[in-house]
Nanobody, 124 residues
């Protein structure tokens, strides 16, 4: 079993940056693909980015390509989401998730484990 804890969210002005972290418990972190999702009020949870267990491949939603970067450090059991050029439309609760599939899924329902989320609020 994997437990995930996100951190790094906050209130930031448009154009600013944040780095979200997701710390995982357990000794098998490096066997999990990891994903980041976000959910704005009144909207469904949407895929943001994902990374394979090795970190060798990354995937992004079209809406964040070029602004968001996902990475992981398996020695620290942590996955990161660097968010640049923030927009008010990026305001949401950001969640990390873990899954054992070789290729990380883009559907939230395919992930086995979730964190509690971290709030990102972007002011205009």
């Amino acid at each position: 079993q994997v437990q995930l804890v996100e951190s790094g969210g906050g209130l930031v002005q448009a154009g600013g940056s944040l780095r979200l972290s997701c710390a995982a418990s357990g000794r098998t972190f490096n066997s999990y693909a990891m994903g980041w999702f976000r959910q704005a009020p009144g909207k469904e949870r949407e895929f943001v980015a994902a990374i394979t267990w090795s970190g060798g491949s990354t995937y992004y939603a079209d809406s964040v390509k070029g602004r968001f970067t996902i990475s992981r450090d398996n020695t620290k059991n942590t996955v990161y989401l660097q968010i640049n050029s923030l927009k008010p439309a990026d305001t949401a609760v950001y969640y990390c998730a873990a899954d054992r599939q070789l290729l990380p899924p883009r559907r939230a329902g395919d992930y086995d484990y979730w964190g509690q989320g971290t709030q990102v609020t972007v002011s205009s």
